[in-house]
């Protein structure tokens, strides 16, 4: 079976959202943990996959300190903490596994 391209990095997002879960991230804050192996080019359409597919929330709010300007902040939903959690599945999402 074939592996899909950001399948790992899906799930590795989840992951890290799980842990700090009732709490959520900023872009900026995800981009930085995962940067060191991945670009932005592939870290973002990630979070905007995870979103579209309901695993994760996307919410906009203002910049604490730049007037005008807002800050996506990102949260698992009950959903991704259900995938991460292997409750369900999704192929398209490796999900780091600790055994």
């Given at each position: 079976?074939?592996?899909?391209?950001?399948?790992?990095?899906?799930?590795?997002?989840?992951?890290?959202?799980?842990?700090?879960?009732?709490?959520?991230?900023?872009?900026?804050?995800?981009?930085?943990?995962?940067?060191?192996?991945?670009?932005?080019?592939?870290?973002?359409?990630?979070?905007?996959?995870?979103?579209?597919?309901?695993?994760?929330?996307?919410?906009?709010?203002?910049?604490?300190?730049?007037?005008?300007?807002?800050?996506s902040i990102?949260?698992?939903?009950?959903?991704?903490?259900?995938?991460?959690d292997g409750?369900?599945?999704?192929p398209a999402?490796?999900?780091?596994?600790?055994?």
């Amino acid at each position: 079976m074939k592996q899909l391209k950001d399948t790992p990095l899906r799930g590795a997002i989840l992951q890290f959202l799980r842990d700090i879960y009732p709490e959520g991230a900023e872009r900026r804050t995800i981009v930085s943990v995962f940067y060191q192996y991945h670009t932005y080019e592939t870290i973002d359409p990630a979070l905007g996959y995870l979103v579209d597919k309901e695993y994760a929330a996307r919410k906009d709010v203002p910049h604490p300190y730049r007037a005008g300007d807002t800050i996506s902040i990102y949260r698992i939903t009950t959903k991704g903490i259900d995938l991460v959690d292997g409750i369900i599945s999704d192929p398209a999402i490796l999900v780091p596994r600790e055994d």
